[in-house]
């Protein structure tokens, strides 16, 4: 009894560690367990701007029920232009100087634009390659000036929001040297705003969810044609993406809920007192690779 009552405490003590590590290595697990099931914190990103493309749509259709897309499309003939060696270079260099002096200009006149110029440059965006030519696009053209001031008046509150919260100094500091805020005067000043919306899906003649195919690059690869229109139009913009608005403003303009707000743009002359940052663009060397 004498060597047990003297163990007693050593035993004791060994219980104790033993708990203690179980309990360490419980925790561990559980911690572990948790990094790989939190995402990283990133409150800056926008709902709307994340590529719906992966995500499956509800199991409402078959694998292989029909998508509404003809089965048979006829195939015609295709005869494209074809030009010298020497015609090529000057008509690639000369668009090159085109598109080179684009800027994004944010001090935008109020002075009329004609319509049928905003028609020409969204037909020509329409013209853009998309997934199983879904053409998931959808251009929404704003030249009421209430309408105007309304999105000004959700972009600015949610924008000041963003530089003071949601951006994080990095990426704040970053914009300073463009001297770029959450004032967005261009809102109510440009006489179009062209907002394009991304189709995440469509819908079948039953009603049924339809595959949009690559939504997300197939609508800004018609985004970046729309800047070469403008330009080549002699009209200016500037890409402007309002984090964490996308909702507001689907409600706003009564867009129906498979439309995500990808761009808004702001359309115009530039006003005559109109400055830009002094930026320089990367050279072909830097941006090119050869192999």
């Known amino acids: 009894m004498a060597l047990f009552s003297s163990l007693t405490p050593v035993f004791i003590a060994i219980i104790c560690v033993l708990i203690g590590v179980i309990m360490k290595r419980t925790n561990g697990e559980k911690e572990k367990r948790d990094t790989k099931s939190k ?3 990133r409150p800056w990103v926008d709902e709307d701007l994340k590529d719906g493309t992966d995500h499956p749509l509800e199991e409402e259709e078959g694998e292989e029920e029909w998508q509404g897309l003809e089965e048979n499309v006829a195939h015609v003939p295709f005869t494209g232009e074809r030009y010298s060696e020497a015609e090529m270079i000057k008509r690639s260099q000369t668009f090159y ?10 001090f935008l ?11 020409n440059v969204i037909r020509t965006a329409g013209t853009s390659p998309s997934g199983a030519h879904t053409e998931p696009w959808t251009f929404v053209v704003v030249q ?5 001031h309304k999105i000004r008046e959700i972009v600015e509150e949610e924008e000041e929001i963003n530089y ?7 990426w704040v500091n970053d914009l300073k040297r463009l001297r770029t805020n959450w004032i967005k005067e261009y809102l109510d000043t440009a006489p179009y ?8 899906y469509g819908r079948l003649p039953n009603g049924k969810k339809k595959t949009h195919y690559y939504n997300e690059i197939s609508v800004s690869i018609a985004c970046g044609i729309l800047l070469a229109a403008l330009q080549n139009a002699g009209l200016y913009t500037v890409t402007s993406t309002p984090l964490n608005c996308g909702p507001q403003l689907r409600v706003l303009l009564q867009r129906p809920a498979n439309e995500k707000l990808l761009l808004l743009l702001p359309v115009g002359y530039p006003k005559k007192d109109a400055t830009v940052p002094a930026l320089t663009r990367k050279p072909l060397e830097d941006i090119m690779v050869v192999v």
């Open 193 to 200: 705003l062209i907002l394009i919306f991304k189709q995440v």
């Open 97 to 106: 100087e085109l598109l080179n002096k684009r800027r994004s200009v944010r």
């Open 144 to 148: 009421d000036p209430y309408l105007k």
């Open 109 to 119: 006149s109020d002075e009329p634009v004609p319509r049928e110029v905003i028609d």
């Open 164 to 170: 003071k919260k949601r951006m994080g100094d990095r």
């Open 39 to 41: 995402h990283p914190s």
